[in-house]
């Protein structure tokens, strides 16, 4: 309530023992909430729109692994609700394994077939840990660019998070552990059952993070670029490309 109005009520409480000695019949507090309501009439409500008219977007979240299991989810979210439509983790054969180039090929084909059957908005994918060795970083490097490729060809915005930054927004702690994160993504997605592998789970804790940072974004009006300086996002959108930004 403004001080003003808050004035004039209290001072027409205050006068009602003379009122009542005058006859006057309308009690002061009926009298002084009648004055306020031309006030109440100008407050504005926001306009919220029905959940049927609410646009679904989808993620193609992406946990790459320089060695072990590359995990995927996609997860589906209107408003404020979010659900897992597929995860899972890409295990390569031991014959593929001794073939670099065949196990950046099942990669590549996983997230095009991916892509093709769940038309994600965007892929998010976790960007590389600073503290690990050259010859595990070159080969995780590696396996981003093909995640990156395949997004590209078929003309899908890609954005990158760091691992810290992705278990304080899902956990609240920059260093969760993975018990934690399978927890936390459960809870955030009402699943079931507790996502498994642990790689699956990252991949939705990605696609979950990149959510997060989006709804501020568009809350605030703050572009991607700007609100995520050096590591938010991948320009790897051609300018002609069909698909609709959710910051438009």
């Known amino acids: 309530m403004h001080p003003r109005e808050q004035g004039v009520l209290k001072t027409w409480l205050l006068i009602s023992p003379a009122r009542k000695a005058a006859g006057h019949r309308t009690p002061a507090r ?15 409500l926001t306009h919220m729109p029905p959940s049927s008219e609410v646009r679904c977007f989808r993620v193609l979240g992406v946990d790459p692994a320089a060695a072990g299991p590359t995990g995927y989810g996609i997860v589906e979210a209107q408003g404020r609700k979010c659900r897992a439509l597929h995860y899972g983790a890409l295990r390569v054969a031991e014959k593929r394994k001794e073939s670099a180039g065949a196990a950046l090929e099942a990669v590549h084909s996983l997230v095009c077939d991916l892509i093709r059957q769940f038309s994600p908005d965007m892929v998010a994918v976790e960007s590389i840990f600073s503290a690990l060795n050259v010859k595990t970083a070159l080969r ?15 003309h899908v915005e890609v954005f990158s998070y760091a691992p810290r930054e992705i278990k304080a927004s899902i956990a609240g702690y ?3 552990d993975k018990r ?62 069909p698909r609709i930004s959710l910051l438009r």
């Open 140 to 154: 995780l490097a590696e396996v981003r660019g093909v995640v990156l490729l395949a997004a590209a060809q078929h």
């Open 174 to 176: 920059g260093h969760a």
């Open 30 to 44: 009926v009298f002084a909430l009648t004055r306020l309501r031309p006030a109440a009439s100008r407050l504005r």
């Open 180 to 241: 934690q994160m399978q927890q936390m993504v459960r809870a955030l997605l009402s699943m079931d059952e507790t996502p498994e592998p642990s790689d699956a789970a990252d991949a939705l804790a990605v696609a979950l993070c990149h959510l997060q940072a989006e709804q501020v974004r568009r809350r605030f009006g703050v572009a991607a670029s700007a609100a995520r300086p050096g590591s938010g996002r991948v320009a790897v959108t051609p300018p002609t490309s």
